[in-house]
DNA sequence: TTCATACTTCGATGTTAGGCGAAGTATGAC
DNA sequence: GTCATACTTCGCCTAACATCGAAGTATGAA
């Protein structure tokens, strides 16, 4: 007994109920205020002052002080792969909180996990990218571009030179809680999401995870990645 | 706000320190009576039972009665996959409850991962089958067996046919929190660790997660998967 | 300097839930 | 039948912690 990592510390710290709804809402990949998070926690400042201090000293929540405000947000990747990972659990045991609402089937389609795509249309991709060998397994990590991979995405706009300068993996798996199957994570991950929203295909909605693409945006997206 | 799956009544189930004991115990593969799980997690049984009750409810636990015994398992692999993602993040964090202690190191070798091998070995024995093109990449989900790699896996003893009838994902990847990168789980990764234990290859320590390989198992091991 | 906003810290309260003793049920052995 | 084992249920106690009001600190604006 007693043997390997703590698991219930971190259990406790998602275990709360408020606590739960700042790391969901945090899995939108934008850093939050604590007046905001508490906002969506539902419960006063001071509270949320309290629980933010704990997820901090817990190693899942970083913070960064501007002006008079501090921007919470995940720590790191893996935080969300974790999360995400208890989501589909919770997701396959139907212990969901809202009803499925208008949001749901958005959500189905295109969400944000923390900081790359997700739903329907992040399996896609990565399916995509596999099927024309842009992807491939690796015995190094999960994934890896391949050599074809590396001009599509650049020819995309990705700065290539600029992932593999960071320490951070490129491609990294990801289960997604709707689909349950994989999609792209890591740096890669973070990047073509980021290059869709600048591109103007796609934008966040506002307090929630869901993408929302143009019509322009999504003739594109399903050109560039056919099924 | 409330959107998505409900992460804090898992949270909270996993965030009990008698309970994580429990779960983490389960780990190990084998079913557990609800005494012995009392004893790993160091309370009466009148508290395990309670606790018990608790983690069936969730989800999380499958309960068989035999007798007057009550063995207790994991209900899926998908738990197990859960609780390695949350003790890999626990480890990257050095949330470590045992000091590194004369188990540790067997640990890291070799252990058990609910059903199948993780640890170093695991870790090479995925690397070891991708390299020879064994196992590959698919877009239908994770991981798949190739020609050569049910060739392979049923010379080495594995029911291939039977796998295939059952439902579950014959490969699946998991994270391995030693060593930072996956192994293979699903039923072929469980079909593979039950073999080596057959063949007397290796068999598991009582009362923990560690693998002990034979000198000759050893050997033939490390030849089958040649890193 | 004065005021306002953003947040933390302190202190008190109240609920929750883990813990265990005692009593109750179920299965098996003799 | 009686006894023993394995486990559950009940009831009570206690400790932990989430919650918030009030007061304190830091930053920025006027």
């Known amino acids: 007994m007693k043997e390997g990592p ?8 998602i275990g709360d109920p408020a606590r739960a709804n700042m790391l969901t809402a945090l899995m939108g990949g934008q850093a939050l205020t604590a007046t905001e998070l508490a906002a969506q926690a539902g419960v006063t400042l001071q509270t949320a002052s309290s629980h933010l201090a704990k997820l901090e000293a817990g190693g ?9 405000h501090r921007y919470y947000a995940l720590s790191e990747d893996e935080v969300g792969l974790m999360l ?3 989501m589909g659990f919770a997701a396959g045991k ?12 958005a959500l189905r389609k295109a969400r944000v996990c923390y900081n790359h795509l997700a739903g329907d249309y992040g399996v896609r991709m990565l399916d995509s990218l596999i099927a024309a060998r842009q992807i491939e397994m690796t015995d190094d990590d999960d994934l890896a571009l391949t050599d074809a991979g590396r001009i599509r995405v650049e020819s995309l706009g990705v700065d290539y030179a600029a992932l593999r300068k960071s320490r951070r993996p490129i491609c990294r798996t990801c289960l997604d809680w709707s ?3 994989s999609h792209l994570a890591g740096s890669l991950g973070e990047a073509l999401l980021t290059l869709f929203i600048e591109n103007g295909w796609a934008k966040r909605e506002q307090n929630s995870r ?4 143009t019509a322009a945006g999504e003739k594109a997206f399903l050109e560039l990645f056919p099924r």
Do not use: C, N, Y
Request: zero cysteines; aromatic letters at 2%; a positive charge.
């Open 6 to 13: 703590d698991i219930a510390l971190i259990g406790s710290l």
């Open 60 to 68: 899942l929540l970083t913070q960064r002080k501007q002006g008079r």
């Open 84 to 86: 995400e990972s208890l």
């Open 94 to 105: 139907g212990l969901t909180r809202s009803r499925p609402g208008p949001k749901d089937p």
């Open 179 to 181: 689909e349950r199957r």
């Open 210 to 213: 869901a993408i929302l693409f």
